[in-house]
């Protein structure tokens, strides 16, 4: 298992544009996670999936924020309209449904997002 | 959740133990403690976690006080790979709900 993977890794646009984030888990993950993180800052939560269900979404995600995660596998995470302030990096992370290991979270390298 | 408190920043000596404090007076008795590093440009990674007992693993060690109010990291022989922010988190054991990230500790080592 080569961990979790994000794609892509820096993405710089224009505002007003939309973007679209990918995260592959680890494959015997049940869950994923998508944090915002911004410079000097802790990861912020935005949302998390329970195979294909999105059970919980943070108020910082507004509502051009969108993320999918069909069949339980890969996520996608879509900013529309994009604003200077969604400028952070985007980090994916996955860990196990139940038991020791539902707090253990393996992140990926994160997703840097640059709107000008 | 508990809060916990960690200092900004600490400096450690390259080869010397490297101890990392967090405070969390406001732990319930079912709250874990976890800690994550996040190097530099790089997605935080996981290091350890206990309940109430000191806990070891090949990265570092968790000493955990008796009253649980604080607990302390210790990276044995740090090295410069060592430089990270970390993350002290207080959390109920298979939550449905996300860790909470505060600023963390910003670690130096040096040569």
């Known amino acids: 298992d080569t961990g979790v993977s994000q794609d892509p890794r820096h993405k710089i646009t224009k505002r007003g544009q939309n973007v679209t984030f990918r995260c592959d888990p680890i494959s015997e993950h049940n869950r994923l996670y998508w944090y915002r993180q911004t410079l000097g800052q802790g990861p912020e939560f935005l949302t998390y999936?329970?195979?294909?269900?999105?059970?919980?979404k943070s108020r910082l995600l507004s509502d051009r924020f969108s993320a999918e995660r069909p069949k339980g596998s890969f996520s996608t995470l879509e900013i529309q309209r994009t604003e200077q302030g969604d400028s952070a990096m985007y980090l994916c992370a996955s860990s196990l449904f139940s038991g020791p290991g539902a707090n253990v979270l393996t992140f990926g390298a994160g997703s840097r997002l640059t709107v000008l | 959740d508990a809060k916990t408190t960690q200092p900004t920043s600490m400096d450690c000596a390259e080869g010397r133990a490297a101890n990392l404090p967090c405070n969390h007076s406001t732990i319930s008795g079912n709250e874990y403690v976890y800690w994550y590093r996040q190097i530099h440009s790089q997605g935080p990674q996981y290091i350890i976690h206990?309940?109430?007992?000191?806990e070891t693993n090949e990265m570092a060690s968790l000493i955990i006080t008796e009253d649980r109010k604080s607990s302390t990291l210790i990276l044995p022989h740090a090295t410069l790979r060592d430089t990270a922010v970390y993350y002290c988190i207080v959390r109920v054991e298979d939550s449905n709900y996300q860790l909470i990230w505060g600023a963390g500790t910003k670690l130096i080592i040096k040569p």
């Open positions: 999936f329970q195979n294909e269900a999105q059970l919980e």
């Open positions: 206990g309940l109430k007992n000191n």
